[in-house]
């Protein structure tokens, strides 16, 4: 049964989240004002004292190894209160203000960064300001509510609308997220670390690929040419064999070269678009592949590669994992963005966590503001939709 709104009710969905008008008679509402503020002279008293100590013995240790980690570790704490009273004040008195972004790891992931990302975190510094703030605020809020309980009961759900309104608005104006700016900031120093990651993975593939692949056989190919040149003129014969097995070498550490070198950023991308580098992809494929590229003009050559590279680590994925009899690829713009999604009817069951790349591909679109879902039921069909910002060449020109 589905419960419909009267127009006298709000739907919490549409972020509306004042109280009800505050009533002579005390209402469900007015109780929860009342307990919040008679809990906050208790919860500002353990606030300010996490607060003080913490900045004192920080401030005290800073010509230590200690102070600075035990700073960090002060802004992480009042990351956590600041938590809490954010759920407090959604359930006593309706604010629902959205959790800040989480604290970035920092380039590399070390304790270094970590410490220096959590130090310059202004969210665990307003949260702190919250904490110091909030001691002589309690002591009133606790003082008029306990003295209006006995001295001004028919009023007091007016006093406690009053004082819970100042409550809502500290809350909203030090526990909520900054502006969208201080957000994005998060996020861009987040995928900053993804970006310098995956690009050093590629760079050790590529490694890898030249030292055990085309390497490896021009190495074999000069000590070859090297036995070939001894009997040239003893055994004419053996060394030409020698020569002739030389030549089919130095054709496979060429196709080598060159299949590595498609890996990096294939020629036919450069050249001729999206549509031609998708369809080169899939004739590769061991699954027969439809392409539709529905694009009039061409996106900024860092969109474009990222849109190739993924399209062929999931045809990868459907040659190797899938057991797949028919697979599509359709790539489209709508609006600022370029979609792409790659479709089968495999055996299904692919995840973000199923150790088949896909995360690592969910990690690089995410980088620069990308989206990536996977759609893969056991049993089948598959289908992955990756979005990406749209950037005319024009402009990265």
């Known amino acids: 049964m589905t419960a419909r709104l009267s127009s006298t009710e709000t739907d919490p969905a549409d972020g509306d989240d004042r109280p009800p008008p505050a009533r002579f008679a005390y209402t469900a509402q007015t109780w929860k004002e009342i307990a919040h503020l ?3 002279l208790p919860v500002a008293l353990l606030g300010f004292t996490y607060a003080t100590v913490a900045l004192v013995a920080s401030a005290g240790l800073t010509i230590t190894v200690i102070g600075l980690p035990l700073l960090a570790a002060t802004l992480l704490g009042a990351r956590l209160l600041g938590r809490l009273e954010r759920r407090r004040a959604r359930a006593l008195l309706g604010v629902r203000v959205d959790e800040p972004s989480r604290l970035p790891r920092g380039l590399g992931g070390g304790l270094l960064p970590r410490m220096w990302a959590a130090m310059k975190d202004p969210v665990g510094w307003r949260n702190l300001l919250y904490d110091v703030i909030r001691l002589p605020w309690g002591i009133v809020t606790f003082t008029v509510t306990v003295t209006s309980l006995f001295v001004l009961w028919p009023v007091l759900p007016f006093i406690a609308r009053g004082l819970t309104n100042v409550d809502r608005a500290m809350v909203r104006g030090l526990l909520s997220p900054s502006d969208e700016l201080e957000r994005r900031i998060a996020e861009l120093e987040s995928d900053r670390g993804v970006v310098v990651d995956t690009a050093a993975a590629d760079l050790r593939r590529i490694e890898r690929d030249l030292h055990d692949g085309a390497q490896a056989r021009l190495v074999n190919l000069a000590m070859g040419l090297g036995l070939a040149k001894e009997k040239l003129l003893e055994d004419p014969d053996t060394a030409a064999a020698m020569v002739e097995e030389a030549h089919g070498e130095v054709k496979l550490a060429l196709q080598e070269l060159r299949d590595l070198a498609r890996g990096i950023h294939p020629a036919v991308l450069t050249d ?25 003009s061409r996106p900024a050559a860092a969109i474009e590669g990222i849109a190739y590279f993924t399209v062929s680590e999931l045809l990868q994925n459907i040659s190797k994992h899938s057991a797949a009899r028919t697979a599509s690829v359709e790539v489209w713009r709508s609006a600022d963005r370029l979609l792409i999604q790659v479709w089968d009817d495999g055996r299904g069951g692919a995840r973000l966590d199923g150790g088949s790349g896909m995360r690592g591909l969910a990690d690089r679109l995410g980088a620069v503001d990308g989206l990536f879902v996977v759609d893969s039921p056991v049993g089948g069909p598959t289908t992955v939709t990756a979005e990406l910002p749209w950037r005319d060449r024009a402009e990265t020109a």
């Open 38 to 40: 008679l809990v906050n």
């Open 272 to 296: 001729r678009g999206l549509d031609a580098a998708l369809s080169s992809v899939a004739s590769r494929c061991t699954v027969p592949v439809k392409v539709t590229a529905d694009l009039e």
